[in-house]
C-alpha cells in the first residue's frame, strides 16, 4: 500500500509490466476519498503517449530509478477500459475497473454515495468539490 509520501516518486515514474515490458509514463494519481489512500494511476500508452489508461496500484511495487511495476501485462493495460480523468471517477467506472483488472473492490461494503475516488491535483492536495 502506498502513503502520500510515496506521491512524488509514482507521479512520473515508468509503468513496467510484470516481464519487464514498458508500457508507459505515469500520470496521474487517483486516491479513495474515505481514506486518501492512493488507488488508481493513469499511465500515457499508444502512440506518442496519447492514450491513458488507468491501473489499481493494488500489487505494484516502485523500483529503483522511478520503475513502478505492475502485475498485469502490457497489452492488459493499454485495453484497459477508458474512463474521464477529470476530478471523481463514477461508480460505474470503477466498477467496471475493478472487474477487468480482477482486483478485489475495497469499497464493496460501502453505500454507493460513499464510494468515490478522486484525482491527486498538481497542488499537491486532492480535488475538491467544485474544482
Request: no cysteine.
Amino acid at each position: 500500500m502506498y502513503t502520500t509520501v510515496d506521491f512524488d516518486r509514482i507521479r512520473g515514474a515508468v509503468a513496467f509490466d510484470r516481464s519487464g515490458l514498458r508500457i508507459g509514463d505515469v500520470g496521474e494519481v487517483f486516491l479513495d476519498d474515505q481514506t486518501g489512500v492512493p488507488i488508481w494511476v493513469s499511465i500515457h500508452t499508444g502512440l506518442f503517449g496519447r492514450h491513458h489508461s488507468l491501473v489499481p496500484l493494488e500489487g505494484s511495487h516502485l523500483e529503483h530509478h522511478g520503475r513502478l511495476v505492475f502485475p498485469h501485462d502490457r497489452d492488459v493495460v493499454k485495453d484497459a477500459p477508458r474512463v474521464d480523468e477529470h476530478g471523481h471517477l463514477e461508480k460505474e467506472q470503477e466498477d467496471a475497473l475493478y472487474e477487468y483488472y480482477a482486483v478485489p473492490d475495497p469499497h464493496e461494503d460501502m453505500a454507493s454515495a460513499q464510494r468515490r475516488t478522486r484525482r491527486w491535483i498538481d497542488d499537491g492536495g486532492p480535488l475538491r468539490e467544485g474544482d
